[in-house]
């Protein structure tokens, strides 16, 4: 079994992920929000590489019962009704709603492993659902890091050691890349504390000054949701709902 | 003082580089060629980043004393006098001729840096000469790694770990990314034995598909050069020959 990472979606062309497995990780916060919403009772979830695009389709594509959500750059978009804390994705928010997505990093990793034949969106909060069921597929694997700006991100990079390292547990030894060896070793590092280690990357620091260390402190919640969400024509749903 | 690495040149806007000081980073094997053949005597060495430029280059703009050399995927490019094993840069071969030199990789992040204010070429094997260099400098600092078809190497990423570890040691603590964090963390993991970290990697193991297993051994050699290799006005030269 082949394993790849790549730590950031730019250093991938759109087209390498034609017929393959692919996970699609960004801790802070998209996949982390996402997987809230999709176990939340969301009818749909619509990721879209670019704000503009989430205005459009928003527009009477899904009627009455679609509700812009994500952030730029940390905020919430004029114009959002949700933000891109997983906080604001409760049930009564959102059961039975088609939301269209949009994050800075997040859904654009999404928009570049779109050609996947399978796609799965990844957190702390269901790496162990995820990993069970990248077992059951028993295939090769690539997964896919938001990172931040083009740049790895070290929240990401432990989230994608985990799973590899989960894998491996599995499977045995994997034929990996450098960039999952890279992952398992920032897992070895970081991996027993990830409350603490949210804490100290560029964008858990950038979120804490912008008041959001309670969604820090979920998004470390490891294993805390069983929700396999994955991507399909366009929109991301639970998987055992298919 | 504030350091940021990039793992990949992809990552990062060559105007980002305007003004600052940079190191580049390719131990298999531009910046470990490179290293050695301004070591060895060469009288400069222009970095391009397309095969098509060396040839126009080497053209006649520097009359009889030029040589082709660098590589493409591993290989030597036909026409070319000299490949990309630091084996061929001796004193015999290059001592005062002008190089222009291509790699996949290594000379496509010299050129992404080009706009730098200062740049410098590191490799194992004049770490502690770049290192001491950089402190004297006292300044903030940018390291750019080659790393291999735009995605990170562990080679590139445990010797810019180095590094940083290095410069922290004299400063204290500096203000670092997260990439930063993961390369010293790979350097930690993988720093006690260079020469079997590159038998390991993506790039080392191709390289001894391809019998350079020597090269592998030669560019873990920590320190066995004292030169500072600097880009200036498109060339490369010996900083303390300015």
Not at 73 to 95: R, V
Not at 138 to 143: P, Q, Y
Not at 147 to 160: F, K
Not at 192 to 215: C, M, P, R, V
């Amino acid at each position: 079994m082949k394993l790849n990472v790549f730590l950031s979606p730019l250093i991938v062309d759109e087209l390498y992920f034609t017929g393959k497995t692919t996970v699609v990780i960004d801790v802070l916060r998209a996949t982390s929000t996402i997987v809230t919403a999709i176990n939340n009772g969301v009818k749909e979830i619509v990721p879209v590489a670019s704000v503009e695009f989430a205005v459009k389709v928003s527009g009477g594509m899904f009627g009455g019962q679609t509700l812009l959500g994500g952030e730029r750059n940390t905020k919430k978009i004029e114009g959002f009704a949700l933000g891109n804390s997983p906080f604001e994705y409760s049930k009564e928010i959102i059961e039975g709603k088609s939301i269209v997505f949009y994050s800075t990093n997040g859904t654009k990793a999404i928009a570049k492993a779109k050609f996947s034949e399978q796609l799965f969106i990844c957190s702390f909060l269901n790496i162990t659902a995820i990993a069970n069921h990248i077992i059951s597929l028993n295939t090769d694997l690539e997964i896919i890091c938001a990172g931040r700006y083009n740049c790895l991100s070290l929240e990401d990079s432990v989230c994608a050691g985990m799973l590899v390292s989960k894998l491996q547990e599995h499977f045995g030894d994997l034929e990996i890349n450098d960039s999952a060896k890279a992952a398992i070793i920032m897992y070895e590092k970081f991996g027993s504390d990830i409350f603490s280690l949210l804490q100290i990357t560029d964008h858990g620091k950038i979120l804490i000054e912008n008041g959001f260390e309670a969604d820090l402190q979920y998004c470390s919640g490891l294993d805390i949701l069983d929700t396999v969400p994955y991507y399909s024509n366009g929109v991301l749903k639970k998987q055992n709902s298919k």
